[in-house]
T-cell receptor, first 115, second 113 residues
């Protein structure tokens, strides 16, 4: 059973370009979470999705950022017109449910560098 | 707004010594998680603490949770070099267990031979 798969692992974009980050949850998991980690900091929650629904996007910047988790295929975090401040590691986590004893598992992350 | 603090932020210790990392949080919660992160890697789940007084141990690490004090500790016994990593605590901020985590800033641990 493969873990949470993220790709690409490393992504370099020029300012103004678009970045697309993909996350395939663990098999059987229908809940996906995206977090951002700036250098030397902890992770910050961005968005929580279930299949075809955004449940909590309280941590998403209001502009340029969007996320989806379609019925088929991976979850996508999309950043339009990237700026240097978007450079960070973006982690995806997935869980089977949301019960009290449910645990989320993290992917390896995508390290975005904006030049 | 939930805030999570850790101390120390940096810890350098010799092999064989004991030490404790502290995690304080600002609002009531009884769901706290500890993770380990190696440089350039993802987060590895260490402990899930789901009730007041919960204590869990794995190898040289032991974690506890005091929800009344809003405090969790991660105790390291007889440290070894392999424990060098950054340790994060995270508190679940969601009301319905949606796992909206608020992470502490991390404690970077270096165990010296």
């Amino acid at each position: 059973n493969a873990g949470v798969m993220q790709n690409p692992r490393h992504l370099v974009r020029r300012r103004g370009q678009e970045a697309r980050l993909r996350c395939s949850p663990m098999k059987g998991h229908s809940h996906v979470y995206w977090y951002r980690q700036l250098p030397e900091e902890g992770l910050k929650f961005m968005v929580y999705l279930q299949k075809e629904n955004i449940i909590d996007e309280s941590g998403m910047p209001k502009e340029r950022f969007s996320a989806e988790f379609p019925k088929e295929g991976p979850s996508i975090l999309r950043i339009q017109q990237v700026v240097r401040g978007d450079s960070a590691a973006y982690f995806c986590a997935s869980s089977q449910g949301i019960g009290r004893n449910t645990e989320a598992f993290f992917g390896q992350g995508t390290r975005l560098t904006v030049v | 707004e939930l805030k999570v603090e850790q101390n120390p932020l940096f810890l350098s210790m010799q092999e064989g010594k004991n030490y404790t990392i502290y995690c304080n949080y600002s609002t009531t919660s009884d769901r706290l998680y500890w993770y380990r992160q190696d440089p350039g890697k993802s987060l590895e789940s260490l402990f899930v603490l789901l009730s007041n007084g919960a204590v869990k141990q794995e190898g040289r690490l032991m974690a506890s949770l005091d929800t009344k004090a809003r405090l969790s500790t991660l105790h390291i016994t007889a440290a070894v070099h392999d424990l060098s990593a950054t340790y994060f605590c995270a508190v679940d901020n969601s009301e319905d267990y949606g796992q909206n985590f608020v992470f502490g800033p991390g404690t970077r641990l270096s165990v010296l031979p």
